[in-house]
């Protein structure tokens, strides 16, 4: 039976899923008179803090609730970051970032990081990751006193000029990576938006930073050299960007299916299929999504190498899974609206501009190859692939 403590947590959990229900329905009309690269949905932000989504993923011991920290929790993080990427893709993204930041503190920061960095947090700092880059990347030197200094370039700086505490990583003298939340309020960068200029996901604001010998604390140094790319974290948490995607073609179909009504269109044989197939889509990405939310409570549960070499594989299947679910929802949705639905006011165009920018992450062949070779070098049959953990760990 659950004790107390447990229903109470469950009880935090799902006021959030509501709260970002909430936020994602009602999200889509400033997603739309956002959609450029000089705007941000600042009310959908403010939203966010205000029903502390900022702040869940912090630990319980510094004022948050554990969301995405601890086991049976990866499931109620999962569906918030869907409910969000339903109504605004950016800000689902924006929040998938944040996040993403949030776990990193919790899993390499210090007591006395994970107390800074949650009290930013409270007062409203946004935080993200900061990882790609050009030639011209980022590297951390130190000075004879012991001062840290941060110079180069990232690209893809989402959420620039709003998020303030960004997990930046720099290669070292030796060529190791080191994090740093950088505190950018304190720090001298130059901003360049011309190099953003994308299809979809203009207000995502994913602009090239320069930072000039940006003064980096030594508390504000993130775990250890590498640590950035430890396993199966890395790989993992494509889960989460995944999650996002999946809500914009939940909304796809719901627009679809108002369209449709709007115009009377009901008695279609062609257009009832089409919805068939995308509802058989969209729910089959939320098998996945639950799936991948349980690996992942296992492997928190059981951090052995094999539950996580298991999860990075089952992550590597449930992107790649999303990413054929949208894009055949996209093609579903364009057949069933046709020309007259691609324009304004209508908000399939924008969704599908932002979608097929957002589907496009990195080494998509690589991690399907990956499952591949997995695949090919195991001795368990596909059937029980999958169950093998669940089952060994039931009976330890």
Same mark, same amino acid.
């Given at each position: 039976m659950k004790n107390k403590y447990t229903k109470l947590q469950e009880s935090k959990l799902t006021e959030l899923i509501i709260s970002s229900k909430i936020i994602g329905d009602t999200s889509a009309s400033e997603a739309a008179d956002t959609d450029s690269v000089?705007?941000? @949905?600042?009310? +959908?932000? +403010?939203?966010?803090? *205000?029903?502390?989504?900022l702040t869940a993923s912090i630990s319980e011991a510094y004022g948050g609730k554990n969301l995405g920290l601890k086991p049976g929790t990866n499931l109620a993080l999962l569906t918030i970051l869907k409910n969000i990427g339903r109504g605004n893709l950016v800000m689902g993204r924006v929040l998938e970032g944040h996040i993403n930041a949030q776990i990193l503190i919790n899993q390499f920061g210090t007591k006395k990081q994970k107390k800074l960095f949650a009290a930013d947090a409270f007062e409203g700092k946004l935080f993200g990751v900061w990882n790609t880059q050009a030639e011209d990347g980022t590297f951390l030197s130190k000075n004879e006193k012991g001062t840290f200094y941060l110079n180069g370039a990232k690209t893809f700086a989402t959420g620039t000029d709003y998020v303030t505490r960004p997990i930046v990583t720099a290669a070292r003298k030796d060529?190791?990576?080191?994090?740093?939340?950088? @505190?950018?309020?304190? *720090?001298?960068?130059?901003?360049?938006? *011309?190099?953003?200029? @994308?299809m979809g996901m203009k207000a995502s604001r994913s602009f090239k930073i320069t930072f000039l010998k940006s003064h980096i604390p030594k508390i504000n140094l993130l775990g250890l050299a590498g640590q950035y790319y430890q396993q199966p974290g890395f790989s993992g948490g494509a889960i989460r960007f995944a999650a996002v995607q999946l809500g914009a073609a939940e909304q796809l179909l719901d627009e679809t299916k108002k369209y449709l009504v709007s115009l009377n269109r009901t008695q279609d044989p062609f257009q009832k299929m089409r919805l068939g197939q995308m509802a058989i889509a969209v729910e089959s990405g939320n098998q996945w999504l639950t799936a991948a939310a349980l690996q992942m409570d296992q492997y928190m549960k059981i951090p052995t190498k094999t539950n996580g070499d298991s999860f990075i594989i089952y992550a590597n299947m449930m992107r790649t899974a999303i990413e054929q679910i949208c894009t055949e929802v996209i093609n579903l949705c364009q057949k069933c609206v046709g020309a007259r639905g691609l324009n304004k006011p209508y908000h399939f165009e924008r969704i599908i501009r932002d979608l097929n920018t957002y589907l496009r992450q990195p080494a998509p062949d690589a991690v399907l190859a990956d499952v591949g070779g997995h695949i090919l070098h195991s001795e368990t049959s596909a059937g029980d692939i999958w169950n093998l953990n669940f089952n060994r760990n039931k009976s330890k």
């Open positions: 000089d705007s941000f @949905p600042k009310i +959908a932000l +403010a939203k966010m803090k *205000s029903e502390n989504l060529g190791s990576w080191q994090m740093c939340v950088v @505190p950018l309020d304190k *720090s001298t960068v130059i901003t360049d938006s *011309s190099w953003w200029n @994308p």
